[in-house]
């Protein structure tokens, strides 16, 4: 055995003692460092850029330690253009805040922004209203002020905060350690805090995602179109998941221009000594990324998850979801720097850390992932479940069996009870991990049927010895986490729900705007049952609790703050009720719980503050907000105008064209959803029209059969109608004006023909039809041409807003 496989061996289970890492971003402004009001006797020395230092960690324990976080508006350049960010003491991401277990944490933000912010200490136990979610249990940091945070550290390990709102996405979060009370042996560490980014605002990604633009999947090369299907051999997979009103298969919602670990696309840490092993502190502070983590040098022990620690396991590969963190030990390399690789779960990127001097190691590339063979093990597990894959990004839901209230769990978390997917916590997750060989491994040969292997293995094995693949499963407890079974239980059930066509997200299909608060009383035990329904994977997140995420380990099932609940699998999570007041519950994906995925826990019985009492108007209405859209085709015959403005439940649809002799039509529809799902929509409206120069024509043809002041190219009449999806994503419109003329119509949009080349198709019982085919060549404009049989032939752009 080698000297550093030895100490590899010994320092497993051993945690790191306290290193300052500094944090430095290529183009950022004022660099600072938030630097402790009260320092401790043996104070931490300030390190380099980019290095970390090792220190014996001070014996005295209990201080008040303070810090300041100045928060303000700045400029960066990561790919070649100049972009706003928010900067926290003058770097992004913000510095790293230090504390020991049992200190009272002190921390003021001073907003220098112009607008309003927030602050959310990320996994974190501490009172109610320090939680720092607006206008729900903390006020919103104005402009000009600062706010105050204090609160006991009752936990060790490694969480961050962050905005709770979309800064989030502009770079204000940063990294919060706590170390043990305890003194132990101390290792060198390092803190790697992930994070992607978009050179757009994140309040344009949100429209953009609302209006169901094509622009990021054409940009990752995930269109999935007919024509790429024909060519791969899986033209009836997809002809499958559009006659079930499926969007495309997708695995992150945003392409994203670049994916940092602490701030750089690439981080260097140069004073990691050959054969050492070091711990670091991962945090996914990315806004809607999971990362697949390989290092060159060797496996990832891990040894702790979300801030609790874990029976020490290698793998070769660990995901980590949206907002989770993860302690591992490395091993540096005796000669070279071997990377640490972190690569989005799209795999249209990725960031670096290198540890030690020279020639670098490099992690083996990961294969772009194959949409069509997913979309064909979605299509294959929706027939083996027997969900009706008739959702508009959703699947119908199942029953999930569980046991009354008041009862306690079946021993160890058993879910064998579950109807539909038993897919256990992530046994077989929704996005395979993909593989360096020709393609992704299917669930079925990563996992085999059912279960999978590994939790066939038994709650009770010690896997630290087995480098593979991650899953929930191999997460153990150190010591038995079951609650008091004295305590009454209160079961929580909800569906993960979804409709990718307008972008809203939900549990049972009602977003937070609509969606009454949750009870539960101090005292109980709550078993929370996770069901998603959804294409998507969702990164939940509870504030102020520690949960057990009950697997494979039975009574060592794993403490966590955030998990992932994968497509088509049931989690189920329990807890300790106790604590007070209100508290959040969301899906860590930013845009997904911007557009409605969030509940109010609340506790029964504590007394209301200032937000409850208005039920929590302002909180709630965020996700109903109303979003704009346009599309402009100036072409050679005629312009083609078509707009839209809605919001959850409601739209205003309006419809133009016009030629340059004179001739226009418009309607105009207000419409509302009428059904879970969004598939049928009633509306009223108005038909306002002129066709000049083609009344006598048509009426030659034999086209204009409706009355000479109600017809095709003259129309004034007020109307009634529905809209209703029918498969192959086909809308079909049923109206009748006030003297009782009825028109079907039915429209399809955006039907994939290549990766950039989509087709729109239109006709109705007047006799009016349309045909186009648009080139797009960025966000916001296509070649285009189209063929309408009263207008004629013509190309040209088509503008997109």
């Known amino acids: 055995m080698t000297l550093p496989t030895a100490l590899f061996s010994l320092l497993v289970l051993l945690p790191a003692a306290l290193p300052a890492v500094a944090q430095t971003m290529p183009g950022m402004q004022m ?4 630097e402790p009001k009260a320092p401790r006797p043996a104070p931490v020395p300030k390190a380099a850029p980019g290095g970390a230092t090792t220190v ?30 928010v900067a926290i003491n003058g770097r992004l991401p913000g510095p790293t805040l230090r504390f020991i277990e049992g200190d009272t944490a002190v921390v003021r933000v001073h907003n220098r922004m112009k607008g309003t912010t927030s602050m959310h200490w990320h996994g974190l136990v501490l009172p109610n209203k320090e939680d720092g979610v607006p206008y729900l249990n903390t006020a919103p940091i104005l402009p000009g002020t600062t706010h105050t945070f204090t609160f006991p550290l ?41 994070s992607d980014w978009t050179d757009q605002k994140p309040a344009e990604v949100l429209r953009y995602l609302k209006r169901a633009g094509e622009w990021y999947a054409v940009q990752k090369g995930a269109t999935q ?31 994203y221009n670049k994916f940092l670990v602490n701030g750089q696309e690439q981080a260097y840490f ?16 990315g806004t809607s990324s999971y990362f697949h983590l390989q290092y060159a040098g060797g496996p990832l022990q891990v040894i702790a998850a979300d801030g609790s620690d874990v029976v020490p396991f290698a793998v070769t590969k660990l995901e980590i979801a ?18 640490f690789r972190a690569t989005s779960s799209d795999v249209t990127g990725y960031t670096s850390a290198y540890f030690g001097r020279g020639e670098a190691m490099h992690a083996p590339d990961l294969p772009k992932l194959d949409y069509f063979q997913l979309t064909r093990e979605m299509n294959s597990m929706g027939r083996m479940t027997g969900m009706n894959t008739s959702g508009a990004g959703q699947m119908s839901p199942q029953p999930a069996a569980a046991g009354p209230k008041g009862q306690a769990p079946p021993k160890g978390g058993d879910m064998n009870g579950m109807n539909g997917m038993n897919m256990q916590n992530g046994t077989m997750p929704a996005t395979p991990v993909p593989t360096p060989r020709d393609r992704p491994l299917n669930r079925q040969e990563k996992n085999g049927p059912g279960m999978g292997s590994l939790q066939d293995q038994g709650p009770g094995m010690d896997m630290g010895g087995m480098a593979g693949e991650f899953n929930y499963n191999r997460l153990r407890a150190l010591r038995p986490t079951t609650l008091d079974s004295t305590k009454k239980w209160r079961e929580i059930k909800l569906t993960l729900t979804g409709n990718m066509l307008r972008y809203i997200w939900s549990f049972d299909h009602k977003t937070l705007s609509v969606a009454d608060a949750i009870p539960i009383r101090k005292g109980e035990n709550v078993r929370m049952v996770l069901q998603n329904l959804t294409m998507m994977r969702h990164p939940l997140h509870l504030h102020g609790h520690v949960f057990r995420l009950v697997n494979a380990q039975g009574a060592y099932s794993p403490l966590k703050n955030t998990f992932d609940v994968p ?65 402009l085709s100036v072409h050679s015959q005629a312009t083609f105008l078509e707009a839209n403005i809605s919001n959850n439940k409601h739209a205003l649809e309006f419809e133009g064209r016009f030629n340059y002799r004179g001739n226009y039509e418009t309607e105009t529809h207000l419409l509302r959803y009428l059904d879970k799902r969004q598939f049928l929509a009633g509306f009223i409206g108005y038909d306002f029209r002129d066709n000049k120069t083609l009344r006598s024509a048509a009426d030659a043809e034999g086209g204009n059969q409706r009355t000479a002041k109600n017809n095709r190219n003259f129309r004034r009449q007020a109307e009634v109608g529905v809209y209703y999806l029918l498969p192959m994503l086909v809308r079909a419109e049923l109206r009748t004006d006030l003297t009782g003329q009825l028109r079907l119509r039915l429209e399809r949009r955006d039907l994939p023909l290549s990766n950039n080349v989509f087709l729109d198709i239109s006709g109705n019982t007047d006799r009016e039809f349309s045909l186009g085919v648009r080139y797009m060549v960025s966000k916001n404009a296509s070649l285009s041409t189209n063929y309408d049989n009263q207008y004629g032939w013509g190309a040209g752009l088509t503008f997109h807003y």
């Not at 660099?31 to 938030?34: H, K, S």
């Not at 709770?164 to 706590?178: A, C, K, N, T």
């Not at 949206?322 to 990377?339: K, Q, R, S």
């Open 31 to 34: 660099p600072a460092r938030a």
């Open 56 to 85: 014996a960690r001070p014996a005295s324990v209990g201080k008040r330690v303070e810090y300041d976080l100045y928060v303000a508006d700045t400029l960066v350049n990561f790919t070649g253009k100049v972009r706003t960010a």
């Open 154 to 194: 009752r936990q060790h390990g490694t969480y961050w905060y962050h905005a709770h709102g979309l800064e989030e996405q502009l770079g204000m979060y940063g990294s919060f350690v706590i170390q043990p009370r305890e003194t132990k042996p101390v290792l060198r560490e390092y803190v790697l805090l992930l």
């Open 225 to 255: 179109s007919y024509g790429e299907a024909l060519a791969a051999g899986y033209f009836k997979d997809k002809v499958r998941q559009e006659w079930g009103r499926m969007p495309a298969m997708d695995v992150s919602d945003v392409f």
């Open 270 to 285: 140069k004073d990691a000594q050959p054969g050492e092993v070091v711990r670091l502190r991962i945090i996914n502070g």
């Open 322 to 339: 949206t907002a989770e963190t993860y302690d591992v030990l490395i091993t540096v390399p005796a000669t070279g720097a071997a990377e």
């Open 567 to 631: 497509s088509m699998s049931t989690v189920t999570i329990e807890f300790d009720a106790n604590a007070e007041q209100d508290w959040f519950f969301h899906c860590h994906t930013l845009y997904h719980m911007a557009a409605g995925m969030s509940r109010v826990i609340a506790y029964e019985g504590s007394v209301p503050n200032e937000f409850a009492k208005t039920g929590y108007k302002v909180a709630k209405a965020g996700d109903n907000a109303r979003y704009p859209w346009a599309d």
